[in-house]
């Protein structure tokens, strides 16, 4: 079982990184900004960290895989994103938003079971996703629409 510190570290790692990917969605008024990225990465880091918890405990009564729990996550998750989508006409907003919440999820599970590397190497990619190639897609791609 995990001491307290360790619980508190892998949350508080959790808000930091999806914090940030947070925080560039809510600067750019997208439907779901630094609260829903952080409780989404938040509540998967949770639900990993509980899985480990009940692994831990019945692993010698039951066999259980912590695994199954994290996919549910990764599925669940797919229809919170769904809402994220809006078709407009001939055109449909949302699609980024919806993949940075998948990856906010993604990084809760990985911070939940202690993988801090893929989770900040992770975060620090979306950073430059979301910040850098907004640009370079203008430049590229401005003249085409």
């Not at 969605?25 to 509540?43: D, E, P, S």
């Amino acid at each position: 079982m995990l001491p307290d510190t360790q619980i508190f570290l892998r949350l508080s790692l959790s808000v930091i990184f999806s914090g940030l990917i947070g925080l560039e969605r809510q600067m750019y008024r997208r439907t779901a900004g630094l609260r829903t990225h952080i409780l989404v990465c938040l509540g998967a880091c949770l639900i990993m960290l509980t899985s480990l918890y009940v692994f831990d405990i019945y692993k010698n009564e039951v066999p259980l895989d912590p695994s199954r729990i994290a996919a549910g996550v990764i599925t669940g998750i797919g229809f919170l994103c769904a809402g994220t989508i809006i078709r407009e006409r001939e055109s449909i907003r949302g699609l980024t938003t919806a993949a940075s919440l998948w990856v906010v999820a993604g990084i809760g599970l990985a911070v939940g079971c202690g993988f801090y590397s893929a989770a900040m190497y992770t975060t620090v990619l979306s950073l430059i996703v979301l910040l850098f190639l907004r640009y370079a897609e203008k430049m590229l791609f401005e003249e085409e629409k």
